[in-house]
């Protein structure tokens, strides 16, 4: 049997290929049963994950083992820190291939996506502070890695792709006709966020329409998912930057990211909704999710309500300018069954997470 340190010693081109033997511990997990109405999942069936040990992908990993796909989940590393969490899901010890996966490097992006009928791309970097290299930090890992993993799902002919992207590509898009609800036909003003320097919705934004090029040229099955703040109980050691967003409100921010807020969804209801638009073949083109469009005013007074025990800052109830709210932002996910988590729940079990892993006391 190789050990972990003999596998980490081999080069990265022959690593990418092997699983390492290791040790996996079964974890009593609650089954996440699809909506009831979702097409029947394709047990067997392989379908590589990029981003696999992030807060949505760690989701969308354990969910894809429920329903009997086997994952190709790519990591950034594969030290125990970084996988732990993903060798101890069920199903993993039979069904989960991890690999070392570099953005730019188009063999490991190629050696993860091989052998697989469908890609799940949720690999990119997220930095919603101050980016002193956008080109180098957001926009080629975002850009060129949506890229390389088209082209290798092409290469290996990977039946279909689901994209995620963010509302970070819908919005801010300040000359949106303020007597409309913003969906699926809004997109980001560019010129807006480079003068502004919001660099992370320009490297989503670019990314996307990357994506729909490329498909339209090279003739690729294609679907876009657009997750708003996405939070709940937190599976791998780290935050994603919607949960940090959390942590840093119950620590007394008072910023109130009118560029970046558009609703608020749970990580289960995300990974449910990429699988239910890679199984759907009536999936089309892009998916909002957000359990409802709403300002963040309206989630830290919820936040406020549910944890008055935190000095959370006294916010304007409309923070985001000219959003309309809308209880069915998401209309076509709940058109394909996706029952969305509440604002309440989401708070609930994103707080208790963050209280849990000691994140906040």
Same mark, same amino acid.
């Given at each position: 049997?190789?050990?972990?340190?003999?596998?980490?010693?081999?080069?990265?081109?022959?690593?990418?290929?092997?699983?390492?033997?290791?040790?996996?511990?079964?974890?009593?997990?609650?089954?996440?049963?699809?909506?009831?109405?979702?097409?029947?999942?394709?047990?067997?069936?392989?379908?590589?994950?990029?981003?696999?040990?992030?807060?949505?992908?760690?989701?969308?990993?354990?969910?894809?083992?429920?329903?009997?796909?086997?994952?190709?989940?790519?990591?950034?590393?594969?030290?125990?820190?970084?996988?732990?969490?993903?060798?101890?899901?069920?199903?993993? #010890? %039979?069904? $989960?291939? /991890?690999?070392?996966?570099?953005?730019?490097?188009? &063999?490991?992006?190629?050696?993860?996506?091989? !052998?697989?009928?469908?890609?799940?791309?949720?690999?990119?970097?997220?930095?919603?502070?101050?980016?002193?290299?956008?080109?180098?930090?957001?926009?080629?890992?975002?850009?060129?890695?949506?890229?390389?993993?088209?082209?290798?799902?092409?290469?290996?002919?990977?039946?279909?792709?689901?994209?995620?992207?963010?509302?970070?590509?819908?919005?801010?898009?300040?000359?949106?006709?303020?007597?409309?609800?913003?969906?699926?036909?809004?997109?980001?003003?560019?010129?807006?966020?480079?003068?502004?320097?919001?660099?992370?919705?320009?490297?989503?934004?670019?990314?996307?329409?990357?994506?729909?090029?490329?498909?339209?040229?090279?003739?690729?099955?294609?679907?876009?998912?657009?997750?708003?703040?996405?939070?709940?109980?937190?599976?791998?050691?780290?935050?994603? #930057? %919607?949960? $940090?967003? /959390?942590?840093?409100?119950?620590?007394?921010?008072? &910023?109130?990211?009118?560029?970046?807020?558009? !609703?608020?969804?749970?990580?289960?209801?995300?990974?449910?909704?990429?699988?239910?638009?890679?199984?759907?073949?009536?999936?089309?083109?892009?998916?909002?999710?957000?359990?409802?469009?709403?300002?963040?005013?309206?989630?830290?007074?919820?936040?406020?309500?549910?944890?008055?025990?935190?000095?959370?800052?006294?916010?304007?109830?409309?923070?985001?300018?000219?959003?309309?709210?809308?209880?069915?932002?998401?209309?076509?996910?709940?058109?394909?069954?996706?029952?969305?988590?509440?604002?309440?729940?989401?708070?609930?079990?994103?707080?208790?997470?963050?209280?849990?892993?000691?994140?906040?006391?």
């Amino acid at each position: 049997m190789m050990t972990r340190n003999e596998f980490q010693k081999m080069p990265p081109a022959d690593r990418a290929t092997i699983r390492p033997e290791v040790p996996v511990q079964h974890v009593a997990e609650t089954q996440v049963e699809p909506p009831a109405n979702s097409a029947m999942s394709k047990q067997g069936e392989a379908a590589c994950v990029t981003g696999g040990s992030g807060c949505i992908g760690s989701w969308l990993v354990r969910l894809l083992l429920e329903r009997g796909y086997t994952v190709h989940a790519t990591v950034q590393n594969l030290n125990e820190a970084e996988t732990k969490h993903l060798e101890a899901m069920p199903g993993a #010890a %039979s069904r $989960l291939r /991890l690999f070392c996966m570099d953005l730019l490097d188009y &063999d490991s992006v190629l050696a993860a996506v091989r !052998g697989c009928a469908g890609v799940f791309h949720l690999a990119s970097p997220c930095i919603v502070d101050r980016v002193l290299d956008p080109e180098k930090e957001l926009l080629d890992p975002a850009i060129k890695g949506t890229t390389n993993v088209l082209t290798a799902a092409k290469e290996v002919g990977v039946r279909r792709v689901v994209v995620t992207s963010s509302i970070s590509a819908i919005t801010p898009s300040p000359s949106w006709p303020a007597d409309r609800v913003k969906a699926e036909d809004c997109w980001t003003d560019l010129d807006y966020c480079k003068q502004n320097g919001l660099w992370y919705p320009v490297s989503k934004t670019l990314a996307e329409k990357t994506a729909w090029d490329f498909a339209k040229e090279h003739g690729l099955d294609v679907v876009v998912v657009n997750p708003g703040t996405v939070m709940g109980p937190v599976i791998p050691p780290r935050l994603n #930057a %919607s949960m $940090l967003l /959390l942590q840093r409100l119950l620590q007394g921010c008072s &910023d109130t990211y009118q560029d970046f807020f558009m !609703g608020s969804v749970h990580f289960k209801d995300v990974a449910l909704a990429h699988i239910l638009v890679y199984e759907n073949e009536s999936a089309k083109g892009r998916h909002l999710c957000v359990e409802a469009i709403s300002h963040y005013g309206d989630f830290v007074a919820k936040v406020a309500e549910l944890y008055p025990e935190y000095n959370l800052p006294r916010l304007p109830k409309d923070t985001q300018p000219g959003l309309l709210r809308t209880k069915n932002g998401a209309k076509k996910l709940m058109d394909l069954g996706l029952e969305f988590i509440p604002m309440e729940q989401i708070i609930k079990d994103s707080v208790e997470s963050l209280k849990s892993k000691g994140f906040i006391s």
